[in-house]
């Protein structure tokens, strides 16, 4: 059974910055794809970016494209978020997410497990 673990969220002013981490455990962390995902108020879940197994392939929502980065350290079963240029719109909880496939998917029906999730709030 994986465990996925969020941190680093909080409270930042437009046009700052934020790094969030997800530490995974429970098995093989290098064969499968990461997402990340966020949920505002009264919204539905949506998706923010993804991550092949490898690292070398990336996939992002057009919301966030040119100002999230994510990455992975295989070496220490993590998964980051950089999130710059931030906007009072990515409020939300974000949600580190894993499935089996190994490729970066923006698909939530690719992902089955899921961590507890992290407030990101930005102040205008």
């Known amino acids: 059974q994986v465990q996925l673990v969020e941190s680093g969220g909080g409270l930042v002013q437009a046009g700052g910055s934020l790094r969030l981490s997800c530490a995974a455990s429970?098995?093989?962390?290098?064969?499968?794809?990461m997402g990340w995902f966020r949920q505002a108020p009264g919204k539905e879940r949506e998706f923010v970016a993804a991550i092949s197994w490898s690292g070398r392939s990336t996939y992002y929502a057009d919301a966030v494209k040119g100002r999230f980065t994510i990455s992975r350290d295989n070496a220490k079963n993590t998964v980051n978020l950089q999130m710059n240029s931030m906007k009072p719109e990515d409020t939300a909880v974000y949600y580190c997410?894993?499935?089996?496939?190994?490729?970066?998917?923006?698909?939530?029906?690719?992902?089955?497990?899921w961590g507890q999730g992290t407030q990101v709030t930005v102040s205008s």
């Open positions: 429970g098995r093989t962390f290098t064969n499968y794809a």
């Open positions: 997410a894993t499935g089996d496939r190994s490729y970066a998917s923006g698909l939530q029906s690719d992902y089955d497990s």
